[in-house]
Nanobody
């Protein structure tokens, strides 16, 4: 059974940075794309960024382009999200999940983890 554990969230002022991590266990990691999502209070979970199994294709939602960087370490079964120039609208719970490919981010493969809270103060 796959387990996803997100970490690295916290409270930061606008303009600050955080680095999120998501560690996966229980199955092959390198065969899947990985995806970061976030859910703001009272809103639906939304796509943030995805990276293909080998890092060859990366896609970001428009609102984070130029500020966030997704990366992965297949040997450590971990995906990262470096978040710079944070804005209050980036506040939410951040989740990771796997996908069959970066073209299928709307179909998560695994059960959701607990997420990690990111709060950006103005």
């Amino acid at each position: 059974q796959v387990q996803l554990v997100e970490s690295g969230g916290g409270l930061v002022q606008a303009g600050g940075s955080l680095r999120l991590s998501c560690a996966a266990s229980g199955r092959t990691f390198s065969g899947y794309a990985m995806v970061w999502f976030r859910q703001a209070p009272g809103k639906e979970r939304e796509f943030v960024a995805t990276i293909s199994w080998n890092g060859g294709r990366i896609v970001y939602t428009d609102s984070v382009k130029g500020r966030f960087t997704i990366s992965r370490d297949n040997a450590k079964k971990t995906v990262y999200l470096q978040m710079n120039s944070l804005k209050p609208e980036d506040t939410g719970v951040y989740y990771c999940n796997a996908a069959e490919s970066t073209y299928r981010v709307g179909v998560p493969v695994d059960d959701w983890g607990q997420g990690t809270q990111v709060t950006v103060s103005s």
